[in-house]
Nanobody
Framework: QVQLVESGGGSVQAGGSLRLSCAVS????????MAWFRQAPGKEREGVAN????????????AYADSVKGRFTISQDTATNMLYLQMNSLKPEDTAMYYC?????????????????WGRGTQVTVSS
């Protein structure tokens, strides 16, 4: 059973930066998708960014929600089984619990229903 553990959340002022990390307990295989989602109180869980690694494409195929394009960057280190989310120019509306998610063996869209492995989350709070 793969386990995901997020870290790096915290409280920052608007305009600041944070880097979230997600430790993956074991190798996911040659084909998989990983993503960051977030959920604010009273709102649905929404996709932030995902990254797909495939046999023929290799790693680095990324997609972002419109709300974070140009500010957030998703990346991975396959040697250490780590997923990252660099968040710059943070806004109060970015405040949420951030979750790491994985889907093995397929290319998944940025939708929660397409991921079956989840971490417990790390809280990000951005003050104005």
């Amino acid at each position: 059973q793969v386990q995901l553990v997020e870290s790096g959340g915290g409280s920052v002022q608007a305009g600041g930066s944070l880097r979230l990390s997600c430790a993956v307990s074991r190798y996911l295989g040659q084909t998989y998708s990983m993503a960051w989602f977030r959920q604010a109180p009273g709102k649905e869980r929404e996709g932030v960014a995902n990254i797909y690694t495939g046999i023929y494409t290799g790693g680095g195929n990324t997609a972002y929600a419109d709300s974070v394009k140009g500010r957030f960057t998703i990346s991975q280190d396959t040697a250490t089984n780590m997923l990252y989310l660099q968040m710059n120019s943070l806004k109060p509306e970015d405040t949420a619990m951030y979750y790491c998610a994985a889907a093995g063996g397929r290319r998944s869209a940025l939708s929660p229903v397409e991921y079956d492995i989840w971490g417990r989350g790390t809280q990000v709070t951005v003050s104005s």
